[in-house]
T-cell receptor, first 112, second 115 residues
Framework: GDSVTQMEGPVTLSEEAFLTINCTYT??????LFWYVQYPGEGLQLLLK?????DKGSNKGFEATYRKETTSFHLEKGSVQVSDSAVYFC???????????FGKGTRLSVIA | DAGVIQSPRHEVTEMGQEVTLRCKPI?????LFWYRQTMMRGLELLIY????????DSGMPEDRFSAKMPNASFSTLKIQPSEPRDSAVYFC?????????????FGPGTRLLVL
């Protein structure tokens, strides 16, 4: 079945450092790919998404490119802030009208 | 627009008691999802509904758990009897449709502690 694999956390970075959180997926069809973010004490919220190969999703300085050849959707940000501290979830949804499949989440802590 | 509304936000109960969690999805959304989140197991999909009909409840841990969606604007997740291992954060989410390119919108969650 479909699955998502994320790098294990926690990831601790200093403010203004470069961030990469790796995500790879397995799917039989042509899924849409998502990154969700969960801030402390809150529910998940969509950060960005990409619906076809080579699409780049971007939001709040975060970017991820849908790479079909490597089945990856790595999340990047050039300069993280303390306010980016959260748990980040990679997810996919295939074309068969089934719910999102989430990765296990990666906790990011940014220190000043 | 109001997002997904969940109540209560926090619940503390004793083992053996019945617990009912409530969810109001975003108006116009046709799919509703219940998730459970724990440190050990991460985010788990318990059950989801399309147009008020339960589609997949394979994630419901056992018969003590039940979920209903009597109409398009309300759903409940009930645990009877509750056990300490049910302690978790329970999220409700809604979406225009169940999959494809559609985004799921999450509520703030109900933090449940069973003593």
């Amino acid at each position: 079945g479909d699955s998502v694999t994320q790098m294990e956390g926690p990831v601790t970075l200093s403010e203004e450092a470069f961030l990469t959180i790796n995500c790879t997926y397995t799917a039989t069809g042509y899924p849409s790919l998502f990154w969700y973010v969960q801030y402390p004490g809150e529910g998940l919220q969509l950060l960005l998404k990409a619906t076809k190969a080579d699409d780049k999703g971007s939001n709040k300085g975060f970017e991820a490119t849908y790479r079909k050849e490597t089945t990856s959707f790595h999340l990047e940000k050039g300069s993280v802030q303390v306010s980016d501290s959260a748990v980040y979830f990679c997810a996919l949804s295939d074309s068969r009208n089934t719910p999102l499949v989430f990765g296990k989440g990666t906790r990011l802590s940014v220190i000043a | 627009d109001a997002g997904v509304i969940q109540s209560p936000r926090h619940e503390v109960t004793e083992m053996g008691q019945e617990v009912t969690l409530r969810c109001k999805p975003i108006s116009g959304h046709n799919s509703l999802f219940w998730y459970r989140q724990t440190m050990m197991r991460g985010l788990e999909l318990l059950i989801y509904f399309n147009n008020n009909v339960p589609i997949d409840d394979s994630g419901m841990p056992e018969d003590r758990f039940s979920a209903k969606m009597p109409n398009a604007s309300f759903s409940t997740l009930k645990i009877q009897p509750s056990e300490p291992r049910d302690s978790a954060v329970y999220f409700c989410a809604s979406s225009p449709v169940a999959g494809g390119q559609e985004t799921q919108y999450f509520g703030p969650g109900t933090r449940l502690l069973v003593l």
